[in-house]
């Protein structure tokens, strides 16, 4: 039972530089999530979705982008890297309901140089 | 507007005594109340909630918590910690009616207990 699965779980990118990040869930949840953790900052929501098709922005949406064609993969898309999106990346997921739990993945660790 | 507030940014505690983690809310109307649990180098662990009904909730690993309307707190507690508790420990909120239903988070309190 896998869960949530991020890949990759490290990577070190230089300015200007893009990539995606991969979530796979196996819950057939509806919801999905990408946060942001950064020290004392706590988790801030960057893109989510709600299901098959539909991306919706969190609170720090700016320099991501994030695409859901297929329910169990939520993808967050870095066009032109920044020493700001250093951070450490977190895909979660959760069935539809105001009060369920969500369920998070190991994290990604960006560096951008 | 909501929030979440974690006071204490550090808590320790010896092991074999009992642990408590606070955690305020604000939010319109009634709340669903989460505390999530994270590991050194590892993604958020749910823990506990409180939907409705008993105030004291129970959850996994031996932790509870005690919802409490009139002083707006979620409190994380436990009887006797354990050395493999320390870890970071966030409380989340959200609303559970109106036009803004988003999961708000604290910013997290770091957990040490001492052998």
């Known amino acids: 039972n896998a869960g949530v699965t991020q890949t990759p779980k490290f990577r070190v990118l230089k300015t200007g530089q893009s990539m995606t990040l991969l979530c796979a869930q196996d819950m057939n949840h509806e919801y999905m999530y990408w946060y942001r953790q950064d020290p004392g900052m706590g988790l801030r929501l960057i893109h989510y979705?709600?299901?098959?098709?539909?991306?919706a922005k969190g609170e720090v949406p700016d320099g991501y982008n994030v695409s859901r064609l297929k329910k169990q993969n939520f993808l967050l898309g870095l066009e032109s890297a920044a020493p700001s999106q250093t951070s450490v990346y977190f895909c979660a997921s959760s069935r539809g309901s105001a009060n369920t739990e969500a369920f998070f993945g190991q994290g990604t660790r960006l560096t951008v140089v | 507007a909501q929030s979440v507030a974690q006071p204490e940014d550090q808590v320790n505690v010896a092991e074999g005594n009992p642990l408590t983690v606070k955690c305020t809310y604000s939010v319109s109307g009634n709340p669903y109340l989460f505390w999530y649990v994270q590991y050194p180098n590892r993604g958020l662990q749910f823990l506990l909630k409180y939907i409705t009904g008993d105030n004291l909730v129970k959850g996994s690993y031996g932790f509870e918590a005690e919802f409490n309307k009139s002083q707006t707190s979620f409190h994380l507690k436990k009887p006797s910690a354990l050395v493999s508790d320390s870890a970071l420990y966030f409380c989340a909120v959200r609303a559970n009616a109106g036009n803004n239903r988003k999961l708000i988070w604290g910013l997290g309190t770091s957990l040490a207990v001492n052998p």
């Open positions: 979705s709600v299901g098959e098709g539909t991306t």
